[in-house]
């Protein structure tokens, strides 16, 4: 086989590697099985090294003592739901361990439907299941988390030029421990601060670690198919996903943790805690049939004497993955935003988008401008690979001829071609190195439209209303597989076929016929794809039709 046919082959089962690498569906992983093997792996979870930190001389505490009075059963009290009101969001927080019930943002729909509701970050069914639970490390209370915690207002609602407003939780064991919980909710922002005082009122020393929990299902039934869905954690300034199957048992997360995230590629719920450290995480399986997880951050032990108080300071995020957003959070959450191996290309891209649709007001046509922009810069190469080709085609005979001077020396036969080669100064590359340098390219793209924020129900024009949806055309009834029509992909295999026609061949009928199957390979490849990312590539295969044009005019003449 001829090299650029060998090369060719070899392109195409990269691109179909890297995309069963990346991109395809894979299986939902097997249920954790709860058995004596899970719970070995439990046992032999890491000591953090926060444990191994010798403790700092203080009263002994009597841990017989300090055992909670029993608590009031939950179904006796009455909780009542609190509803606070931002312009960005609509949080419902319950009496019943002063948690968080509900989150809905205002500005992010659940589906492309103008009739939709408000993004949901909140989906958990049972009150026990609710994020935000604080508790203690060494001596837990299973009942603190459906404890009464009295609020102080029922409503709370903040104007767009209104100034932060408080929502104070209170609860009180006496004998034993005062909790306050204390949230801080901007008019303008995401953030929620989060102030827990503990109040001793017991007569011995109160010594333990305070714990403060996310539980999550996944945010959308839909979401995360190609991208990561789970918990994630910055630890030591590099960003942790952390994959709901290889989570077995209590898997523990060694600090320093800088926060504690469920994240999929759209949203984030994050806790960054406030001056606490030494510390660690604890991700543990609540619910495998649903994914349901609990991340668990965990302070310092803290040592509170009689009568004393301790305050553990938190931030919360509860919002969209939007670059710009979560850096003026000055928290390091925008390390979230992870467009993994291609992220380096991909950020540079996003800028470009953003910028062009700053101008545009329009991601399909930022998505047009950007793609002429990329066609611009590797225009040279491009042509370069063309001349190649060319020169390439010119040889073909010349080739024939050693091919068939020298069939039964197969080593004579190549030195014979490597001459020919370097006789006229043609690389036998040159004509598939702009292809293989666009394939970052094109993945980076792929990750910019799937997973940024700003695509995310970005409407074009005509049918095609969500850039990081395939595209589809409803005529009126529903096609096995697809549903609609896919017209954009089918105009870029239709565009590609054409480019395939006009690129100069090197003469050799079995590479022909391999490379006019390409437009029919990447028309079944491209029809799950976004239609954002499709468009990229019609308007690329449109733009080299062009190119081509050009260069064969300019040939001829």
């Known amino acids: 086989m001829d090299k650029r046919a060998f090369l060719a082959v070899i392109l195409c089962l990269l691109v179909l590697v890297l995309w069963q690498a990346f991109f395809a569906p894979k299986p939902p992983p097997p249920a954790a099985k709860k058995g004596p093997a899970a719970e070995k792996v439990a046992k032999r979870a890491p000591v953090p090294k926060e444990e191994k930190v010798a403790p700092q001389a203080s009263p002994r505490v009597d841990n017989a003592r300090m055992a909670p009075p ?329 080739m024939a001829k050693i091919r068939e001077k020298y069939k039964d020396d197969k080593e004579r036969m190549n030195q014979e071609i490597m001459q020919l080669y370097r006789t006229h100064k043609v690389n036998p590359l040159g004509g598939c190195l702009p292809m293989v340098l666009q394939i970052p390219v094109f993945f980076a793209l792929y990750r910019v439209l799937y997973s940024s924020i700003a695509l995310r129900h970005a409407p074009f024009m005509l049918w095609i209303n969500d850039l990081s949806a395939p595209d589809r055309l409803n005529i009126g009834f529903q096609i096995p597989y697809l549903g609609g029509l896919p017209v954009l992909t089918l105009l870029m295999g239709v565009s590609m076929f054409v480019q395939q026609k006009m690129t100069p061949t090197t003469g050799d009928p079995r590479q022909e016929k391999m490379m006019l199957m390409m437009p029919v390979v990447f028309t079944f490849l491209f029809v799950n794809f976004p239609s954002g990312l499709v468009l990229y590539w019609l308007v690329n295969n449109i733009l080299q039709i062009g190119q081509q044009y050009f260069i064969n005019k300019k040939a001829q003449t």
Not at 104 to 127: F, H, W
Not at 294 to 322: C, N, R, W
Not at 364 to 376: N, R
Request: glycine content about 4%; overall charge positive.
């Open 70 to 398: 029993g608590l009031p059963a939950a179904a006796k009290q009455t909780s009542r739901d609190i509803t606070v009101e931002t312009p960005l969001y609509r949080a419902v927080f319950t009496e019943t361990g002063g948690r968080l019930k509900s989150y809905t943002l205002k500005r992010y729909r659940e589906t492309i439907a103008k009739d939709s509701p408000g993004m949901q970050l909140v989906r958990n069914q049972k009150i026990e299941e609710l994020p935000l639970a604080f508790n203690f490390l060494s001596h837990p209370v299973a009942a603190l988390n459906l404890a009464h915690f009295s609020a102080d207002q029922t409503t709370l609602k903040i104007s767009e030029e209104g100034k932060p407003k408080k929502l104070t939780f209170t609860y009180e064991a006496p004998g034993w421990l005062r909790i306050v919980r204390e949230y801080l909710f901007h008019p303008d922002s995401y953030l929620i601060e989060l102030n827990i005082a503990v109040t001793n009122l017991g007569s011995q020393p109160w010594e333990d670690s305070p714990t403060l929990s996310l539980v999550n299902v996944p945010f959308s039934e839909k979401a995360g198919r190609y991208s990561f869905q789970g918990p994630a954690l910055l630890v030591d300034n590099k960003l942790d996903e952390i994959k709901v199957k290889k989570i077995e048992g209590e898997k523990v997360i060694p600090g320093p943790v800088e926060w504690v995230a469920y994240t999929n590629q759209y949203f984030i719920m994050a806790v960054v805690p406030q001056e606490q450290a030494p510390n660690h995480a604890l991700l543990k399986i609540l619910e495998p049939a649903t994914h349901m997880v609990e991340s668990t951050f965990v302070g310092p032990k803290s040592l509170i004497q009689p009568g004393a108080s301790k305050s553990f300071h938190y931030t919360l995020y509860m919002g969209p993955k939007d670059v710009k957003t979560l850096k003026a959070a000055n928290l390091k959450l925008e390390k979230a935003v992870n467009f993994g191996w291609f992220d380096v290309i991909a950020q540079p891209l996003l800028v470009c988008l953003k910028f062009f649709n700053r101008f545009t007001h329009n991601y399909g046509v930022a998505i047009i401008l950007l793609t002429i922009l990329i066609k611009v810069l590797f225009w040279p190469l491009t042509r370069k690979s063309y001349e190649s080709m060319q020169a390439m085609k010119k040889l073909q005979p010349k």
